[in-house]
């Protein structure tokens, strides 16, 4: 089974307590079967939209994958 795992970048601002705030951050993605064949025909910084959940990476370990079910170019 095909599986691709990659690193996520995530630039916004969000409005908390009415204030804009920069909120950046990077986590480590994967994704497996047809969505993981669809992603290796990407270029790194393409901006796209995931849909999936957050996972602990192994039953040991507490950091988290976000697992991608679902996505779509944008831009």
């Not at 996520?8 to 986590?27: D, M």
């Amino acid at each position: 089974m095909p599986i691709a795992e990659f690193r996520l970048f995530h630039s916004s601002t969000q409005v908390e307590a009415g204030t804009g705030r920069k909120i950046e951050f990077e986590i480590g993605g994967m994704a497996v079967a047809d969505v993981a064949i669809a992603l290796s025909g990407l270029k790194a910084g393409d901006p796209i939209r995931l849909e999936g959940f957050l996972a602990k990476k192994s039953h040991r370990s507490w950091e988290l994958v976000f697992h991608t079910t679902h996505f779509e170019l944008i831009g």
